[in-house]
């Protein structure tokens, strides 16, 4: 009788599991394996939600249907991505990634379908987009909630159809595209502001993954944090540096607000800077609930207290700045932006720091 089965092309990770479950081992104790997926992509599953993730990875990419990963910034959406993709039948074709949120609205569109020329101004010759480029292929839709709703209806015809017409142009071209699309948006609230359409929604989550948290997956710290240092050792030609325990077991307690890509870069400055204990004076928990910078590391003597205080109503202040500007722009994160004069990227990054939309969801929760 069969216990269980694993579907080709497998991994040796899945195969481990398998056998594991099979023979009754303590799944536990199994330590996870770097999966190298590209130059600077990895993939690590150490701990049991990262286990199934791979797994269920594994069964949708033999599935030509779309899949939709959700997650905070950081967490990885994107190395599942390039997973999915190895994993599948089109592996040997084109992997394309496109961030909605990175390309200004207005020209968002011809980087995805491109341009005949005369289209528009400046368009002296035609150029094909993202779709045409990745047939055969996948493509990965980076922030597909910072999508304009109208281009939402012609990427729901793509779905629907695998048919697009350039910009400027009338003959219709028909593509063969597998498409995976990524957010950290909360999805219902994007619906009922009419941020995201809802049969867009519906016709991308025919399989969704959720990827949790780093904070959610502790076991596989030391595996990525020993990882990161031996890819940026090599990088910048430098020589590895160790974790001593008080380091590792800081790493171990800190909540990684920016996850995969906030420890990536802690790596790389304590890579640079060489001090065990200003890596772990960072990583220590202050008032405000998350970490701050190198240069704002303080022992427990009265200039560090006041410059505590004085950081926590800097932070507090401006964080009710963020709120009231998100407010009154109805959740427009891009014209909260523009009115808080910062680019949009560093008002994400706030919006994390500070929880500012756990917040706002927490109180619609508790009043709906």
């Given at each position: 009788?069969?216990?269980?089965?694993i579907?080709?092309?497998?991994?040796?990770a899945?195969?481990?599991?398998?056998?594991?479950?099979?023979?009754?081992t303590?799944?536990?104790?199994?330590p996870?394996?770097?999966?190298?997926?590209?130059?600077?992509?990895?993939?690590?599953a150490?701990?049991?939600?990262?286990?199934?993730?791979?797994?269920?990875?594994?069964l949708?990419?033999n599935?030509?249907i779309?899949v939709?990963?959700?997650?905070?910034?950081?967490?990885?959406?994107?190395?599942?991505?390039?997973?999915i993709h190895?994993?599948?039948?089109?592996?040997?074709?084109?992997?394309l990634?496109?961030?909605c949120?990175a390309?200004p609205?207005d020209?968002?569109?011809?980087?995805?379908?491109?341009y005949?020329?005369?289209?528009?101004?400046?368009?002296?010759?035609?150029?094909?987009?993202k779709?045409?480029?990745?047939?055969?292929g996948?493509i990965?839709l980076?922030?597909?909630?910072?999508?304009?709703?109208?281009l939402?209806a012609?990427?729901?015809h793509?779905?629907?159809?695998?048919?697009f017409?350039?910009?400027g142009?009338?003959?219709?071209?028909?593509?063969?595209?597998?498409?995976?699309?990524?957010t950290n948006?909360?999805i219902?609230?994007?619906?009922?502001?009419?941020?995201?359409?809802?049969?867009?929604y519906?016709?991308l989550?025919?399989?969704?993954?959720q990827?949790?948290?780093?904070?959610?997956?502790?076991?596989?710290?030391?595996?990525?944090?020993?990882?990161f240092?031996?890819?940026?050792?090599?990088?910048?030609?430098?020589?590895?540096l160790?974790?001593?325990?008080?380091l590792?077991?800081?790493?171990?307690h800190?909540?990684?607000p920016?996850?995969?890509?906030e420890?990536?870069?802690f790596?790389?400055?304590?890579?640079v800077?060489?001090?065990?204990?200003?890596a772990?004076?960072?990583?220590?928990?202050?008032?405000?609930?998350?970490?701050?910078q190198?240069?704002?590391?303080?022992?427990?003597?009265?200039?560090?207290?006041?410059k505590?205080?004085?950081?926590?109503?800097?932070?507090e202040?401006?964080a009710?700045?963020?709120?009231?500007?998100?407010?009154?722009?109805?959740?427009?994160?891009?014209q909260?932006a523009?009115?808080?004069?910062?680019?949009?990227k560093a008002l994400?990054?706030?919006?994390?720091?500070?929880?500012?939309a756990?917040?706002?969801?927490?109180?619609?929760t508790?009043?709906?």
């Amino acid at each position: 009788m069969a216990h269980d089965y694993i579907t080709k092309p497998f991994q040796k990770a899945e195969l481990d599991a398998v056998i594991d479950q099979c023979l009754g081992t303590n799944q536990q104790n199994y330590p996870g394996e770097v999966e190298e997926l590209s130059d600077d992509t990895f993939f690590i599953a150490a701990s049991p939600v990262m286990r199934k993730l791979r797994s269920q990875a594994a069964l949708v990419a033999n599935v030509d249907i779309p899949v939709l990963m959700l997650g905070e910034s950081g967490t990885g959406k994107e190395v599942m991505a390039k997973l999915i993709h190895k994993l599948s039948p089109r592996a040997h074709r084109t992997f394309l990634k496109v961030n909605c949120a990175a390309v200004p609205a207005d020209l968002l569109e011809s980087e995805l379908f491109g341009y005949e020329a005369g289209a528009f101004t400046g368009a002296n010759h035609p150029k094909p987009g993202k779709f045409e480029i990745c047939n055969k292929g996948t493509i990965l839709l980076d922030e597909i909630g910072e999508m304009p709703p109208s281009l939402q209806a012609k990427l729901l015809h793509v779905l629907q159809d695998q048919q697009f017409s350039r910009l400027g142009s009338r003959s219709v071209i028909k593509v063969d595209v597998r498409i995976l699309a990524a957010t950290n948006i909360n999805i219902p609230e994007a619906i009922a502001n009419k941020r995201l359409r809802e049969d867009l929604y519906y016709r991308l989550n025919a399989f969704t993954l959720q990827i949790p948290p780093l904070r959610e997956r502790k076991e596989e710290i030391p595996i990525l944090l020993k990882h990161f240092m031996a890819r940026m050792a090599e990088q910048y030609a430098r020589p590895t540096l160790s974790f001593s325990p008080e380091l590792m077991q800081a790493c171990l307690h800190y909540h990684w607000p920016g996850n995969l890509r906030e420890l990536g870069n802690f790596i790389k400055r304590y890579l640079v800077l060489g001090d065990d204990k200003l890596a772990i004076n960072e990583l220590h928990p202050k008032s405000d609930g998350h970490g701050a910078q190198f240069a704002g590391a303080h022992g427990g003597d009265a200039e560090g207290g006041l410059k505590s205080v004085a950081r926590g109503a800097k932070d507090e202040a401006e964080a009710e700045a963020i709120s009231r500007a998100l407010d009154e722009t109805n959740w427009n994160r891009k014209q909260a932006a523009a009115l808080l004069k910062i680019s949009y990227k560093a008002l994400l990054y706030k919006i994390r720091q500070y929880g500012i939309a756990e917040t706002k969801s927490h109180k619609l929760t508790a009043g709906a």
